[in-house]
């Protein structure tokens, strides 16, 4: 329950709910021209639920079964807001912010 | 009356939102502050500064101040210095009839201390679940408000027709009715697991109050023997009534801690003076979910150990659980963020909410709002606001305040208790978009100022950064609000119609 196991959570779960965010017709023509293809929704969707599962992984791994899960919840909180926020005031800022959580994910790890 | 069971749903989930909204945004506010009760409490006490002082030492100063002004006292209560709180505190009861009494010692002198008489963050939290009235009755009124919620929270996710496809959508640049639907359903549902769970454990915390009757009709009024049995607190022994010499308590509290792991948090000294006295070492919660106190009973006189708590039974672990998950005291410095930010977006859900009743029954433009909505539009204003300025007005009053002042402690709670109520009656008095925006300034300003007298009456700035990082975010965010509802023109093309769409509010 270190503040790098949090990191570690809260930056998987980011990444997977704007994969996730992105499946979408809706939030997808916000951010691109258009609704996603087929294939790039449900790529999108696999990416998204692992991401999601990566993160109760990791918060189970690092704050073990005890925190891990309360852990992995409140990330799941956090990072949707912070989804919705960019979504709906900096939409063009998803993709980019969803790339860079990956990295901050591996630092974190590392420190975690 | 021919209706569908979405439709039932969403009118139960409507009007027990409503009736349970302003106490339960009250109980919100202040139970998400009281994540940081022990930073409220030493921001509120600048002239304390971290004393490593020996617990055993500690609990003999007590025990010296105890004897000399409580000899007779039936128990007597000791907490020891922590490092977030370098006091002692003493309480004891004269008999089991009368109140606790208090009193706060240095814990470096074992003398009263001379640092401002406040109530710190203790305030906020008892606040949270009794509303500073009495006891029992603020207990159930908050129990009953909160059972109330858990079904308007199980009624709005059967309501929400959309919970997927809706799940990042937030819509400004709609209807307002749209927008606070939209706003209500994002911190609603993002949140929706710690909402469940804070509002029934919550429940948990409160079920010997609302529901006391089980253990009155097994136990007879012997209430203490369940708690023993359930392995929460030690036997207790009868007085003799013949005195006898106590051992000193350093020793006990050392032979204690060379048992268990955790810190010592408390010393208890049952029947003091007495020859049937105990003494009881109290250990801070160790690692864990669970809310429980590992304990060791010795007998004040012989030195012998009586008894050892440790370990609960099923039935006690899970409430005791329930009791950790909803007080967190187990996160640490980054889940505890999350959880602050999880309890404003409970309060931003139930704000949302009591907004959203009042906005989707605006009259058409012209029409003059009837009785019932202009009294829920000024308990929404009096309480959405009106306790946000409480609070700020509550930490300015801790600084602005003598030092010396009889009372302090209380005119602190009357201060808070005065801005609110100042606010909430000019709320009900102009329920107006206007008015929203005067408050929110107003809120913004005061919040904004505690730093500022922060660092004008104490020479302590550089230690609350944190606090006083907190108290310019909140202003901020207050200042915003309250920017967007003076610039809100409503949306595009219904501007033309109805030129300030948020008057109606």
């Known amino acids: 329950m270190t503040p790098s196991s949090v990191l570690l959570t809260l930056a998987l779960s980011f990444a997977g709910l704007s994969a996730l965010c992105l499946a979408m017709d809706r939030h997808h023509r916000a951010i691109f021209r258009g609704a996603p293809s087929r294939r790039r929704a449900r790529a999108l969707r696999v990416a998204g639920w692992c991401g999601i599962g990566a993160a109760f992984a990791a918060a189970v791994i690092t704050a073990d079964w005890n925190f891990g899960p309360v852990q992995w919840l409140g990330s799941l909180t956090g990072a949707a807001l912070l989804v919705v926020g960019l979504v709906s005031y900096r939409p063009r800022w998803v993709r980019p912010a969803a790339l860079v959580a990956l990295p901050v994910a591996a630092v974190a790890a590392f420190l975690a | ?505």
């Open chain 2, 1 to 505: 009356m021919k209706q569908g069971f979405r439709q039932s749903m969403a009118w139960l989930h409507t009007w027990a939102g409503l009736v349970t909204g302003w106490v339960m945004f009250c109980v919100f506010v202040t139970g998400t502050a009281t994540y940081y009760r022990t930073d409220i409490s030493h921001w509120m006490r600048p002239e304390l500064r971290p004393a490593a002082v020996e617990p055993g030492i500690a609990a003999e100063r007590g025990a010296a101040y105890l004897k000399v002004h409580a000899p007779k006292a039936v128990a007597w209560y000791i907490a020891l210095p922590q490092e977030e709180r370098p006091l002692l505190d003493v309480y004891w009861f004269d008999s089991f009839d009368t109140p606790i009494r208090q009193a706060t010692l240095d814990a470096g002198t074992g003398q009263p201390s001379t640092a401002r008489a406040t109530q710190g963050g203790d305030f906020l939290y008892r606040f949270h679940f009794e509303l500073q009235m009495m006891p029992l009755i603020g207990r159930w009124i908050v129990g009953a408000s909160a059972l109330i919620l858990l079904v308007a929270l199980v009624s709005g996710i059967v309501t929400h027709r959309r919970i997927f496809s809706d799940f990042f959508t937030f819509r400004r640049d709609k209807s307002a009715q749209r927008g606070w639907l939209d706003a209500h359903n994002v911190t609603g549902v993002l949140a929706l697991p710690f909402h469940l769970m804070i509002t029934y454990t919550g429940i948990v915390t409160l079920a010997f109050t609302l529901m006391p009757w089980g253990v009155a009709s097994a136990y007879r009024g012997d209430a203490l023997r369940f708690f023993t049995e359930a392995g929460q607190n030690p036997a207790g022994r009868a007085a003799t009534g013949r005195p006898a010499e106590a051992l000193p308590l350093a020793p006990l509290m050392a032979r204690a801690q060379g048992e268990v792991s955790e810190p010592l948090e408390m010393a208890i000294v049952n029947n003091p003076g007495d020859a049937a006295a105990t003494v009881v070492a109290v250990f801070e919660e160790p690692k864990g979910l669970a809310h429980r106190h590992p304990q060791v009973v010795f007998d004040a006189t012989s030195g012998d150990v009586i008894d050892r708590l440790g370990t609960l039974k099923p039935a006690a672990h899970v409430f005791t659980s329930f009791l950790g998950l909803h007080e967190a005291h187990f996160a640490g410095p980054a889940l505890r963020v999350l959880f602050f930010l999880c309890g404003l977006m409970g309060s931003a859900t139930i704000a949302t909410g009591l907004v959203l009743w009042a906005v989707a029954r605006a009259p058409k433009a012209g029409a003059a709002p009837g009785f019932s909505l202009r009294l829920v539009r000024g308990l929404n204003l009096g309480t959405i606001l009106g306790l946000p300025i409480g609070i700020a007005a509550f930490f300015l009053a801790n600084r602005l305040l003598p030092v010396d002042l009889v009372g302090r402690a209380t005119w602190e709670g009357g201060v808070f208790f005065g801005a609110w109520g100042l606010a909430a009656l000019v709320g009900l008095a102009r329920p107006q978009a206007r008015t929203w925006r005067e408050m929110g300034t107003a809120a913004a300003v005061l919040f904004l100022g505690v730093p500022f007298v922060d660092v004008l009456t104490t020479d302590r700035g550089l230690d609350f950064l944190g606090f006083d990082a907190a108290m310019i975010a909140i202003g901020l965010l207050l200042a915003w609000g309250a920017r967007k509802v003076s610039r809100y023109r409503g949306p595009a093309r219904a501007r033309a119609a109805a030129p300030d769409n948020l008057a109606r509010a």
